[in-house]
């Protein structure tokens, strides 16, 4: 009889202090592991972007683009978020070395009926994309970029330079210039003056305002950095109007000899409607050229833009 209490009692025991062990692993296995790289904040990574209504990433969402007028009558650029965060970059061949400009042309702008196609702020999800497009007809452009993708993105920056593009200042983050102080204009600048650099796309001559907004402070700053302010005379408002039909259409029928043309390759609406605009400027004769062969090199740094005088 004392031999089975005794046993009755060991069986109970050995059950409770399994349950007790069950109960402590199955709450350790409910907490959740601490996430890789949680709380790291190093210098040379990019924020995470948030999705938008429509699941596109958008950038910069701690900075609402304001549609702050210009000085000047050109429209402003868009409010809406931009599109950035860029799939793997591609690994299209580069037309020169690495970090190498492809060699330099010869147009005769004041004969020739030249039009200066610009993008702004990539680079973007659909860079690679236009740039086959664009090498696939021997078309050259001039790509304004936001030193927060050409720092994420430098493959995608040295093949811009290789491939004859010239590659050109939108400040680091898409700032509203003309709000900032006269040192706060040059950091925005100058951080992107060295985020190109690095990246292997020279160092840019030319910049343009984000919004187009600009004032005396924005043109000093320019001219001590070494850049000529451009900006453009026509605004396909492919940011608005993410139709490709209605860009094309656009970017066309206000085209003019030596007229620089506004758009951005984060849209893939807009690089979808570049072939068209393309292929139908090409048939009214006109000729592609980036901005300084526009102008036939003759930029003031400081100065503003807008189109070549005829």
């Not at 690679?128 to 493959?155: E, Q, S």
């Not at 400040?171 to 706060?184: T, V």
């Not at 305002?209 to 026509?234: D, F, H, K």
Request: glycine residues 10%; aromatic residues 6%.
């Amino acid at each position: 009889m004392t031999s089975r209490v005794r046993w009755s009692a060991a069986i109970a025991g050995t059950v409770a202090v399994c349950g007790w062990v069950s109960a402590f692993g199955t709450a350790a296995a409910d907490r959740p592991f601490p996430a890789a790289g949680a709380g790291a904040g190093a210098e040379g990574t990019t924020p995470r972007a948030r999705t938008d209504s429509g699941g596109a990433l958008s950038r910069n969402a701690a900075h609402p683009e304001s549609a702050a007028a210009p000085e000047s009558a050109v429209p402003p650029e868009s409010a809406a978020p931009r599109e950035t965060a860029a799939p793997p970059e591609s690994a299209a061949p580069e037309s020169g070395a690495a970090g190498e400009p492809a060699a330099p042309r010869r147009v005769d702008c004041a004969h020739a009926k030249c039009v200066a196609l610009t993008f702004d702020d990539g680079p973007g999800p659909y860079t690679a994309k236009l740039l086959d497009i664009l090498a696939a007809r021997h078309v050259r452009a001039t790509f304004f970029l936001v030193g927060t993708n050409a720092r994420a993105y430098p493959k995608l920056v040295r093949r811009e330079r290789a491939e004859g593009h010239v590659v050109a200042n939108h400040s680091w983050d898409h700032a509203d210039l003309r709000r900032r102080s006269a040192a706060g204009v040059r950091s925005e600048l100058a951080r992107t003056q060295r985020a190109i650099e690095r990246a292997g796309g020279g160092t840019p001559t030319l910049m343009r305002p984000p919004y187009g907004s600009t004032n005396g402070t924005v043109a000093s700053v320019a001219r001590g950095l070494g850049l000529a302010q451009i900006l453009w005379t026509v605004d396909p408002l492919d940011w608005k109007d993410r139709n490709t039909a209605l860009v094309t259409k656009r970017v066309v029928r206000g085209a003019r000899p030596g007229y620089i043309i506004l758009s951005h390759d984060i849209h893939r609406t807009t690089v979808n409607a570049v072939p068209a605009i393309i292929a139908r400027l090409k048939a009214k004769g006109y000729v592609f050229v980036t901005v300084p062969e526009l102008f036939s090199g003759h930029l003031k740094p400081g100065h503003k833009y807008f189109k070549r005088p005829r």
